[in-house]
């Protein structure tokens, strides 16, 4: 059974760095052709994918968001996990993680996590 | 990046009716396009991907259609618990969602 779940600050400060963890069950990052993504949505607002990391450790960003996002795996621990510099009000949202499987070389999310609310205020 | 633009934003139905929601790409993306519902307070549910393969457990009203640059989601005979907000996403390049559906009761 498949299971993700985030982890991490409930509020944090402007200019502060988030850290968000997603632990994971019943799949492994060292299996081919896995990946895990971050996805955020602001409230009332729609969902903006984020990054991305696959199982040989490629690492995909947002163009809009890359010079602020750093994602990584722990493979023992099966974590991900992704920080976020310079935060601002703007990036209130409830961040999802999720995985991302492949059909051919379509990809899609199939399993996510419940979604963790981040609100930056001061 | 590839944008992805949605449509409507939001449509109103009744139990019974068909809705079509359309999701247009900026540039080709083969069939690279899935398709998610989401309730208030809840993580979104994949629907549909590769354009057009349902997902395990996902009802036959739902149907999914496509290639290229434009994809199309519909739903034959809504039932109550269709009434959600819809998003597309297309995995070409980068993730890109759509600016979602929101379908309301009429």
């Known amino acids: 059974q498949v299971t993700l779940r985030e982890s991490g600050p409930a509020l944090v400060k402007p200019t502060q760095t988030l850290t968000l963890t997603c632990s994971f069950s019943g799949f492994s990052l060292n299996t081919s052709g896995m990946s895990v993504s971050w996805i955020r949505q602001p409230p009332g607002k729609a969902l903006q994918w984020l990054a991305l990391i696959d199982w040989i450790d490629d690492k995909y960003y947002s163009t809009s968001l890359e010079t602020r996002l750093t994602i990584s795996k722990d493979t023992s621990k099966n974590q991900v996990v992704l920080t976020m510099t310079n935060m601002d009000p703007v990036d209130t949202a409830t961040y999802f993680c999720?995985?991302?499987?492949?059909?051919?070389?379509?990809?899609?999310?199939?399993?996510w996590g419940q979604g963790v609310l981040v609100t930056v205020s001061s | 990046d590839i944008q992805v633009t949605q449509s409507p934003s939001s449509v109103s139905a009744s139990v019974g009716d068909r809705v079509t929601i359309t999701c247009r790409a900026s540039?080709?993306?083969?069939?690279?396009v899935a398709w998610y519902q989401q309730k208030p307070g809840k993580a979104p549910k994949l629907l549909i991907y590769?354009?057009?393969i349902l997902q395990s457990g996902v009802p036959s009203r739902f149907r999914g259609t496509g290639s290229g640059t434009d994809f199309t989601l519909t739903i034959s005979s809504l039932q109550p618990e269709d009434f959600a907000t819809y998003y597309c996403?297309?995995?070409?390049?980068?993730?890109?969602f759509g600016q979602g559906t929101r379908l309301e009761i009429k």
């Open positions: 590769a354009a057009s």
């Open positions: 540039q080709a993306i083969n069939n690279w």
């Open positions: 996403q297309q995995t070409n390049s980068f993730h890109t």
């Open positions: 999720a995985r991302e499987s492949y059909y051919d070389t379509s990809g899609y999310y199939d399993f």
